[in-house]
T-cell receptor
Framework: EDKVVQSPLSLVVHEGDTVTLNCSYEVTNFRSLLWYKQEKKAPTFLFMLTSSGIEKKSGRLSSILDKKELFSILNITATQTGDSAIYLC??????????????FGKGTHLIIQP | NAGVTQTPKFQVLKTGQSMTLQCAQDMNHEYMSWYRQDPGMGLRLIHYSVGAGITDQGEVPNGYNVSRSTTEDFPLRLLSAAPSQTSVYFCASALGSHNSPLHFGNGTRLTVT
């Protein structure tokens, strides 16, 4: 059975801090890893990673994938209160796992205090 | 672009009632899916469709039916609601089922009493 484990499950930091969110996975026939940000409503897409060692970056957010060690990290620098959200990691497999090959972790609830 | 539109936003049902959650997308996406999100459980796949006329079961399909008569619409039917189906339901679509990110609707919060 495919598995995605995120850590920590919750994190409280002060504005301006840098945070690192972790996602480890065990899937058969890995295809890609995706990060989403969920505020009050729909999860919104952040990054898709398919190759090891290539950093994806968008403003203060960045992510990298290690396919040998089976994990990814999501970094947020100079955090702002608007970064408060649940961050979801999902892994897509070529077949099996979740019926469409997409397995979600339980999420990291990040709270940024002013 | 409206993206993925879900209706209703909130619904309260009594045990045994049936209802349909609506989902429509205007992005010409072939792939559509339904997830439920429960505290401590993450997002779990209920049903999905890779194109009009094709549907398949996900991780937690029991108690739910779907159909895909058009590319745009993917309704989720609860046949006989149970308190265990109290959850937040998300519809999502993607250009394809392989390396395309999912686009989510804003969710339907369902309470079954």
């Amino acid at each position: 059975e495919d598995k995605v484990v995120q850590s920590p499950l919750s994190l409280v930091v002060h504005e301006g801090d840098t945070v690192t969110l972790n996602c480890s996975y065990e899937v058969t026939n890995f295809r890609s890893l995706l990060w989403y940000k969920q505020e009050k409503k729909a999860p919104t897409f952040l990054f898709m990673l398919t190759s090891s060692g290539i950093e994806k970056k968008s403003g203060r957010l960045s992510s990298i994938l290690d396919k040998k060690e089976l994990f990814s990290i999501l970094n947020i620098t100079a955090t702002q209160t608007g970064d408060s959200a649940i961050y979801l990691c999902a892994v897509k497999a070529r077949s099996g796992g979740g019926a469409d090959g997409l397995t979600f972790g339980k999420g990291t609830h990040l709270i940024i205090q002013p | 672009n409206a993206g993925v539109t879900q209706t209703p936003k909130f619904q309260v049902l009594k045990t045994g009632q049936s209802m349909t959650l609506q989902c429509a997308q205007d992005m010409n996406h072939e792939y559509m899916s339904w997830y439920r999100q429960d505290p401590g459980m993450g997002l779990r796949l209920i049903h999905y469709s890779v194109g009009a006329g094709i549907t398949d079961q996900g991780e937690v399909p029991n108690g739910y039916n779907v159909s895909r008569s058009t590319t745009e619409d993917f309704p989720l039917r609860l046949l006989s609601a149970a308190p265990s189906q109290t959850s937040v339901y998300f519809c999502a679509s993607a250009l394809g089922s392989h390396n395309s990110p999912l686009h989510f609707g804003n969710g339907t919060r369902l309470t079954v009493t």
